[in-house]
């Protein structure tokens, strides 16, 4: 299993901006596909952008145009970069990855993004 840690989450002014990180711990894999996903109160965890070991990516129509997904595999590291933020993207963030040849994805724990109105 892969230990996976966020950081970057906190409270902002709305319009304002924040950037997210998620590092694997260790070494000696690779991994595949890297996301981050949010879980507001109340509401079930939903898929905010996606990408793969080759950079392509994916986004929520909700955040296309002011989330950036990205990734340095060097770091086995993914980042998301949010602007423009709106309160209802308040939530707790979550990334996600799967190592290269396995079937199970890892999580992480979660960082708190708060965007006040």
């Known amino acids: 299993q892969m230990e996976l840690s966020e950081s970057g989450g906190g409270l902002v002014q709305a319009g304002g901006s924040l950037r997210l990180s998620c590092g694997a711990l260790?070494?000696?894999?690779?991994?595949?596909?890297m996301a981050w996903y949010r879980q507001a109160p109340g509401k079930q965890r939903e898929l905010v952008a996606v990408i793969s070991p080759g950079s392509s990516t994916n986004y929520a129509d909700s955040v296309k145009g002011r989330f950036t997904i990205s990734r340095d595999n060097a770091k086995s590291t993914v980042y998301l970069q949010m602007n423009s933020l709106k309160p209802e993207d308040t939530a707790v963030y979550y990334c996600?990855?799967?190592?290269?040849?396995?079937?199970?994805?890892?999580w992480g724990r979660g960082t708190k993004v708060t965007a006040a109105s």
């Open positions: 260790g070494n000696g894999f690779s991994i595949n596909t």
């Open positions: 996600k990855a799967r190592k290269l040849g396995e079937y199970s994805d890892d």
